[in-house]
């Protein structure tokens, strides 16, 4: 068992983020990220915003945010669930009801009904056409033809040992190894940890736009679509 709030405010401390930066970075409100080191949960707007705040805000720092989730959940949603004022018993129909309901279902479903087959006419009619302007093949054509997200290594002068993670520095291990001068790999992706040991021998691209690396000797870094955050370690 770990201290959730704690630990993310010392993360976020040791890289000297603020709270403005974060909500820009994430999307995520301040004044959630507060609550979330705070640990004051009801604060925030349903255990499902709780899990995805608490998830995006940890991996944005560079943690494990399954860890955090696991340890929310065997904390705080037991006793939320014991706090939960007791369900009314529902209502019993009057019998001048049940008559207007049986109604009520009766109508929308003959509605439904007929709206299909409205819609099953249209489309039997000779010479009908089911491709929209617009809609159909040129949306698919677009989005065939969009480029997936491609993290591109190239090595220079004496080329340089690297370690590449997905997502996180505890994720999937994509690349490691010493990438050579005129070497190149790809990875797909647009989110990695790195691990570079000489900067100087290396060249890096996101989606094709050059990740700017600061010259310091095993540089950590988190490299997103928005924004290159360097690790202290």
Not at 46 to 75: C, K, M, P, Q, T
Not at 211 to 228: D, E, G, Y
Request: aromatic share 8%; net charge positive.
């Amino acid at each position: 068992m770990f201290e959730i709030g704690n630990s993310l405010k010392e993360a976020r401390e040791r890289q000297g983020l603020g709270y403005s930066e974060i909500e820009l970075a994430t999307k995520i409100r301040a004044k959630y990220i507060r609550a979330l080191e705070e640990e004051d949960f009801t604060s925030i707007p349903g255990d499902a915003y709780i899990r995805g705040f608490l998830r995006s805000y940890a991996e944005y720092l560079g943690l494990d945010g399954d860890v955090y989730v696991d340890e929310y959940a065997s904390r705080f949603i037991t006793s939320w669930r014991d706090d939960l004022p007791p369900r009314r018993e529902r209502r019993k129909l009057r019998t001048n009801e049940r008559p207007i309901e049986r109604r009520t279902v009766l109508l929308v479903l003959a509605a439904i009904a007929l709206v299909a087959i409205l819609v099953f006419a249209a489309f039997s009619i000779p010479g009908s056409s089911t491709n929209v302007p617009g809609v159909g093949g040129t949306q698919k054509h677009n989005r065939q033809s969009a480029p997936a997200p491609m993290l591109v290594l190239r090595g220079v002068g004496r080329g340089t040992y690297v370690e590449v993670r997905h997502n996180r520095a505890s994720g999937k291990v994509d690349l490691q190894g010493t990438v050579e001068a005129g070497q190149t790999d790809r990875l797909p992706g647009d989110h990695f940890y790195l691990l570079v040991r000489t900067p100087a021998g290396l060249r890096i691209t996101l989606n094709g736009r050059p990740v700017s690396l600061p010259a310091r000797h095993n540089l950590r870094i988190l490299v997103t679509p928005k924004r290159t955050t360097r690790l202290r370690g």
